[in-house]
């Protein structure tokens, strides 16, 4: 299947910082890309559909400007969480479709976790 | 937007039994229905998927069934594995705007 690599798959950092994570489709190209957040032992929200050379579409309750993406390839798109606080540590996972809607399958990243100290 | 709502939250089945997870969304545009398995700390895999010109679909142990009308859609897994305990995810999404929502989840334990 389609290849989505994300990273960093772990990151530390003291509050008040900004944190950058990568999400790349390796071998084929995405035009749209999702974020997800996943809390311990609870399912995967969306946060935000992310467009090639367009504004990302924030779900709703989602800070656009805590959260900041950009999509500026059709392989990369970066989420960067501003000005972190311990309440945004969580898991976030970044997804894309192969194939366009027709196919439909949504192939996930590795995920990263950001612990926010 | 598409609500999906996911039951049980947690399963235990004895090994060699059968598991059934259950799920409706809100959304009667929604044509797309995956389902997903994950691991503890991987990320999610897709393990079979629908759509809504189809009432089933089977992939050796693994079925999933779609009722249009009653806007719900089922994953069953038959002679269960230790290797199934995982958490498995329903979603739903819909052409509009291809975004995929879903369930909360089901933690399925198989028992020895």
């Known amino acids: 299947g389609a290849v989505v690599s994300q990273h960093p798959s772990w990151v530390i950092c003291k509050s008040g910082t900004s944190v950058k994570i990568e999400c790349r489709s390796l071998?084929?190209?995405?035009?749209?890309m999702f974020w997800y957040r996943q809390f311990p032992k609870q399912s995967l929200m969306l946060m935000a559909t992310?467009?090639?050379?367009?504004?990302?579409?924030?779900e709703q309750g989602v800070e656009k400007d805590k959260f900041l993406i950009n999509h500026a390839s059709l392989t990369l798109s970066t989420l960067t969480v501003t000005s972190a606080h311990p309440e945004d540590s969580s898991f976030y996972i970044c997804?894309?479709?192969?194939?366009?809607?027709?196919?439909?399958?949504?192939?996930f990243g590795e995920g990263s976790r950001l612990t926010v100290l | 937007g598409e609500n999906v709502e996911q039951h049980p939250s947690t399963l235990s089945v004895q090994e060699g039994d059968s598991a059934v997870i259950k799920c409706t969304y809100s959304d009667s545009a929604s044509n797309y229905f995956p389902w997903y398995k994950q691991e503890l700390g991987k990320r999610p895999q897709l393990i079979i998927d629908?759509?809504?010109?189809?009432g089933e679909k089977k992939d050796q142990r693994i079925a999933v069934t779609l009722n249009k009308t009653a806007k719900h859609f089922s994953l069953h897994i038959t002679e269960t594995q230790p290797e199934d305990s995982a958490v498995y995810f329903c979603?739903?999404?819909?052409?509009?705007?291809?975004?995929?929502?879903f369930g909360k989840g089901t933690r399925l334990h198989i028992l020895p």
């Open positions: 979603a739903a999404s819909r052409p509009r705007d291809d975004k995929i929502i």
């Open positions: 629908i759509r809504s010109n189809v």
């Open positions: 071998d084929f190209q995405a035009t749209t």
């Open positions: 992310s467009n090639e050379g367009s504004k990302a579409t924030y």
């Open positions: 997804s894309a479709r192969s194939g366009g809607r027709a196919t439909g399958e949504l192939f």
